[in-house]
């Protein structure tokens, strides 16, 4: 049976994929510099801590035959701040990672790229893979680097590499605090009896996945079977809603659907938000035959029915 690596799997992502992999009976490594939550034992799941800095990764993948990587250490906002420690942090352990691919050899990796900031300003909407790179942030310039790697390795040496652009995920296990996120915070800050802050006017759209979607599409690139032609190009997914929802619309969900009653700030708009972003998601529902199931308000309600369920630190706001 394929024995996985999930790097990275204490994270939001990580951990709900790799607890995904162990309900279907696959088993799971999970590698991270921060120590293991409760949960990810109680499944079951093996797991390998990492040096931070410049980990050596070749007893870390031992025994793996897929890597799914899923370890960074910034955010848009952090990465702009400090490009040098992006860079040092993330793309130069993504490119020794690689290295350490080729030279082991018979490896899969599903890299978790950002559908929301490689493309930059869009010329398209919904944006397909085929848009040009055009970051602008430090943040999608690692990540676009980072892909443009992976391609070199795989277009001259052969490595199975897979490329997910992820869209802005959401529900219960997301760290409401970080700056990522807009669904998962307006929730929390609205639970914790907070002011929403809302950059702009409210209008800035964005594609939000539900973390229960995300992983079923994330699960069906790994699990697509090696492109056949000896040509093929690396395959890429955009993995999102393909639906676009504002900021003022997040608020209205919490409003009408989840009947709360937050309340919101607005200040000055930032450079960096693109107006709209939204990917097309064509490419993974033909390829893959993958497509989301909820919608924007039934994932904000079962993030909501999660956290009652207790799944999440900020669960304790809901007694
Ligand atoms: N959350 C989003 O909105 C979003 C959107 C698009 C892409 N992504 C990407 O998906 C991936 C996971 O995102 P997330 O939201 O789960 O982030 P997260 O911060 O919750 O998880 C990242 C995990 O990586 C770990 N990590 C950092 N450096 C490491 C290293 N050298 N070795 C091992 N582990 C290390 C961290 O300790 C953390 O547990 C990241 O690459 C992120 O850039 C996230």
Known sequence: MTRHLVLGGCGFIGRHLALALARRGDPVVVADIMPPPPELGEAGIEYRAVEPGEPAWEPLIDGCEVIHHYAWTTVPATANDDPLGDLDANLRNTVRLLETLRREGGRRLLFSSSGGTVYGRLTQTPVPETHAFAPITAYGASKAAAEIYMGFYHGCHGLDCRVAR??????????????????????????????????????????????????EGLLAVADAPVPTAAAAAMPVYNIGSGVGVSLNGIVDVLRSRLHLDPTVTYLPGRPFDVPVSVLDISRAAVELNWRPRLSFADGCARMLADLRRGQTSFSTLLD
Request: proline share 4%.
């Open 166 to 215: 992820i869209s802005n995920p959401f529900g219960a296990g997301q760290d409401p605090r970080r700056k990522q996120g807009a669904a998962s915070a307006f929730l929390f800050q609205t639970l914790a009896g907070e002011e929403i802050t809302i950059w702009g006017d409210g209008s800035v759209v964005r594609d939000y996945i539900h973390i229960a979607d995300l992983v």
